[in-house]
């Protein structure tokens, strides 16, 4: 459950945006992204405007604590193997699962789930992880963080900064996914960013999703060129001009296309604000 950055002043940098001087003595504003970020901008960028300056954030919720869980057990199981040459039991992966659930629990706000039904679909889920992926997956990397730059544009640097699931000795890129069901395999494939984000600022060409729902697995592999990796950095800068309003803007564009314009997922609309405004919790 990461700690969120709140905007403290309206003339300060925001968190991803810094000032520094270049070779030349010369201002030049560094913006930092991370992938779920450029997903929150591309979904609403008002919803990314609000969450960024801490007017609004996101509630825990028992999807969150759920999927935080089964990637806590296969981090460890992850790291028991590269770094100490050790093969974890499935009972050690259950008892790290159900310890981080009892642990977080009391952070969730918002229960879609009983708690007893969490720690079951958990269980199946590491289990489906222990049977299926362990035997076969050679980690070289577990919860590998990157920073990697996309240069410098008219005295902005931008940089990509994340952290991938595992990074694995074939040479793909694998990511743990918990959502409620399967995705649609051909959407991810078409125009997933996590996986662009990710290929290019590991240079890898293979990232594969893991979807664990409900005890089963689906596998989706994704394979990102190069043309597609350089679309992938002029949709990054394509943002930019917006970005750079983060200080003076009182409001950015409202989009409402889509699942997560509703009061259920949207916590400026929660908050009483866009659409919330105007229409109530329950407007369908």
């Known amino acids: ?39 929150s901008f591309l979904r609403c960028p008002e919803q990314a405007r609000q969450e960024r300056l801490g007017l609004v954030r996101q509630k825990e919720t028992s999807d969150l604590l759920r999927g935080n869980a089964v990637h806590h057990a296969i981090e460890h199981a992850g790291l028991a193997r590269m770094n100490d040459s050790r093969d974890v039991s499935l009972d050690e992966m259950i008892d790290v699962n159900d310890t981080f659930i009892a642990d977080n629990a009391n952070e969730v ?19 489906c992880f222990y049977d299926e992926l362990y035997p076969v997956l050679d980690p070289v990397g577990v919860e590998e963080t990157f920073t990697r730059s996309m240069g410098v544009r008219h005295g902005v640097q931008l940089t990509l900064t994340g952290t991938a ?55 989706i592999e994704i394979h990102r060129s190069q043309e597609e990796k350089d679309a992938f950095i002029e949709l990054c800068w394509s943002m930019v001009p917006t970005l750079l309003t983060i200080d003076t803007a009182t409001t950015w564009p409202m989009r409402w296309e889509g699942w997560h314009c509703s009061p259920k997922w949207c916590p400026v609309w929660q908050a009483g604000k866009c659409r919330g405004e105007h229409l109530t919790e329950e407007p369908w």
């Open 109 to 127: 706000e918002v229960w879609r789930q009983e708690y007893d039904e969490v720690v079951d679909t958990c269980r199946a889920n590491v289990k």
């Open 165 to 219: 699931d595992w990074n694995d000795r074939s040479g793909a890129l694998w990511d743990w996914k918990n959502p409620s069901r399967h995705y649609p395999a051909w959407e991810k494939q078409r125009w997933d960013i996590q996986s662009h984000a990710y290929t290019w600022a590991l240079d890898k060409t293979t990232f594969n999703l893991a979807v664990f729902a409900n005890g089963k697995l689906q596998v």
């Open 1 to 39: 459950m990461g700690k969120r950055e709140r905007h403290k002043s309206a003339h300060a940098y925001p968190p991803y945006l810094h000032c520094k001087l270049d070779i030349q003595g010369t201002e030049m504003r560094e913006i930092k992204l991370r992938q779920s970020y450029i997903n």
